[in-house]
């Protein structure tokens, strides 16, 4: 009866901690491709997703640095803190087409001013490039 009781409170528990309003991940045994966000060590911090697709990733997952998606279009609003000290933080909605099969790294390069997006394919094609729009604001 208590192996009972912990397997139903476990299920329970591990099924309260995603929601239906949270992004889903692609399975591995579909066609799929893999978007890689640039660890960061130093200044700032790292690309951090807040949306793909218009779903916010688990809150367990906010700053993971893969994500596995359909192929097509992806919509990803992604932040990224230009310095602690001064607290500006850029943000940018980078749109997408992916394909099946290949890696998208995400990148960013701070500048005075400003942080730099960069998308680019495992094939070195870039796919995608901004100046984030940067505002001052807390970095946490």
């Not at 208590?2 to 591995?28: D, H, P, W, Y």
């Not at 932040?79 to 909605?93: A, E, M, N, V």
């Not at 749109?95 to 680019?120: G, N």
Request: contains cysteine; neutral net charge.
């Amino acid at each position: 009866m208590k192996r009972i009781t912990f397997v139903l409170a476990s299920i329970l528990l591990m099924s309260g901690c995603a929601t239906t309003s949270s992004f889903r991940e692609a399975n591995q045994s579909m066609p799929h491709a893999i978007l890689k966000f640039q660890s960061v060590v130093g200044i700032g911090n790292a690309l951090t997703v807040l949306e793909i697709n218009g779903e916010p990733p688990a809150y367990w997952k906010m700053n993971y640095h893969k994500f596995l998606v359909p192929p097509g279009h992806v919509v990803l609003l992604l932040k990224s803190c230009l310095s602690p000290r001064y607290g500006y933080i850029g943000s940018d909605l980078v749109q997408i087409d992916v394909e099946a099969e290949r890696t998208y790294s995400f990148t960013r390069d701070i500048l005075k001013d400003s942080i730099v997006l960069k998308v680019t394919r495992d094939d070195g094609d870039v796919v995608y490039t901004n100046n984030m729009a940067v505002d001052p604001g807390y970095c946490n």
